[in-house]
């Protein structure tokens, strides 16, 4: 005779006849166990639409490895060529070593941020903020100059749009990645080690040798971790960018923009150049400044269609909202 049995299961629980809730971002995507992101690490924070983190994870190292190796040329590379005198030991030795050095022989590696639309790529052996600023200024140069794009629907009924190019020119097609935020260091979320780890992001930008006064703003970001004060973060951080220095915030036309993001016990730091011109670093607005710019006609305005004002909008709607401040 058969009851109201209910299989039990990882996220089955008995709770009043209510399933419980299971975050699939808290028990990793990425990689096995709870939350991956440790500090001292660096990379990239990677925005896109909900649902589609693993795919922005995928293509941001896809996109992120072709950059590193134009900017960094042979010595980045994923897989060191082999000694023609190493023995098969030594060879294997080294792989094993270098798999345990980046969790997978791998220069990125994407990793789950437990929050909606936001993803870590920990990277190794680079700038974040140096390649960051060198993918986007490329693509803003080859998507404005040397390529028109133009949205195509795949096939009725999907929502998917693909950029490609009039010219039948190969084109890299991205998809699901907005915007890439670099992070030069991460710490602990508490205000004694955000401020150790600031004083090392900080030093190539504010505090070098020969050191010339110069503009920043700061943004902060907080989200799931109320031990962390915006004003306090704030406070703290410009204190510290212009302390010994005649630095001085601007609102208007910063030299240099401070991210700083914090995202339940991890606090993510990077400092920026050209933010507002490379869009907020937001790739999919890159792309469409580009295409609007190449559909500008002569002696008129441009006429969006139904289709672009759609994209338009649901990119808009999955980009998380950006808080500006600066310190007074």
């Known amino acids: 005779m058969g009851g109201n049995k209910r299989k039990g299961g990882a996220g089955a629980q008995d709770n009043g006849g209510k399933k419980a809730k299971v975050d699939v971002h808290k028990i990793g995507k990425y990689l096995p166990g709870g939350f991956p992101i440790d500090p001292k690490m660096k990379g990239v924070m990677v925005t896109c639409a909900r649902g589609r983190e693993t795919q922005a994870g995928k293509e941001a190292c896809d996109l992120l490895s072709e950059y590193a190796q134009k900017l960094y040329g042979d010595k980045f590379n994923d897989e060191p060529e082999q000694d023609e005198d190493e023995s098969i030991e030594d060879a294997i030795a080294r792989e094993v070593a270098q798999a345990k050095k980046t969790k997978g022989g791998k220069k990125f590696l994407p990793l789950s941020t437990g929050t909606d639309c936001v993803i870590f790529i920990r990277a190794m052996d680079i700038e974040p903020s140096k390649l960051c600023h ?195």
Request: hydrophobic letters at 30%; one cysteine or more; charged letters at 35%.
């Open 134 to 328: 060198y993918v986007l200024s490329d693509l803003q140069k080859s998507g404005s100059k040397r390529t028109r794009y133009k949205k195509e629907m795949m096939s009725p009924g999907d929502d998917s749009v693909h950029w490609r190019s009039l010219a039948n020119m190969p084109i890299r097609l991205n998809k699901y990645c907005m915007r890439f935020i670099p992070v030069d260091e991460t710490s602990y979320a508490n205000m004694e080690d955000i401020e150790t780890m600031s004083e090392r992001v900080f030093k190539p930008y504010f505090q070098a040798e020969d050191q010339n006064p110069t503009t920043f703003k700061i943004i902060p970001k907080i989200r799931h971790n109320d031990k962390v004060e915006r004003d306090t973060l704030l406070k703290k951080l410009a204190g510290m960018a212009g302390q010994g220095q005649n630095h001085t915030v601007s609102m208007d036309d910063p030299e240099y923009i401070i991210l700083a993001e914090v995202i339940k016990s991890i606090c993510f730091m990077g400092v920026v150049r050209d933010y507002e011109k490379l869009k907020k670093y937001n790739i999919q607005s890159i792309f469409e400044a580009a295409q609007k710019s190449e559909e500008v006609p002569k002696g008129g305005d441009v006429k969006k269609d139904d289709d672009e004002k759609k994209e338009e909008t649901t990119t808009s709607e999955a980009a998380p909202e950006e808080e500006t401040a600066s310190a007074t």
